[in-house]
């Protein structure tokens, strides 16, 4: 089974940094991307950020209001991705999502999946 686990989450005051981390594990053959979602209360979920497995970044048009402020990043031989946030805002608070695509299982069964992280709840008071 393969899972991943956030960490990294909590309450902040506007002006402050936190630093997301994801860490995926299980029988994992290979991870290609990996991505940072967002959903606030009422509101859909949103991608914020995502990166290849060769490091290249993108912060989609949706979330363009992150983007100067949050960095992605990734640590491929911990299977780990990160989300660097700085200068938070009270509208950065909802509970945050990891998500990548992972090949996983036993040689001659392995298939690709995407795989969900349980969620970290960052929360931004003014």
């Known amino acids: 089974q393969v899972q991943l686990v956030e960490s990294g989450g909590g309450l902040v005051q506007a002006g402050d940094s936190l630093r997301l981390s994801c860490a995926a594990s299980g029988s994992i053959f290979h991870i290609d991307a990996m991505g940072w979602y967002r959903q606030a209360p009422g509101k859909q979920r949103e991608l914020v950020a995502s990166i290849t497995s060769g490091g290249t970044t993108t912060y989609p048009n949706t979330a363009n209001t992150v983007k100067g402020r949050f960095t992605i990043s990734r640590d491929n031989a911990k299977n780990t991705v990160y989300l660097q946030m700085n200068s938070l805002k009270p509208e950065d608070t909802a509970v945050y999502y990891c998500?990548?695509?992972?090949?996983?299982?036993?040689?001659?069964?392995?298939?690709?999946?995407?795989?969900w992280g349980q969620g970290t709840q960052v929360t931004v008071s003014s």
């Open positions: 998500n990548a695509d992972i090949l996983s299982g036993t040689y001659g069964s392995a298939k690709w999946n995407a795989y």
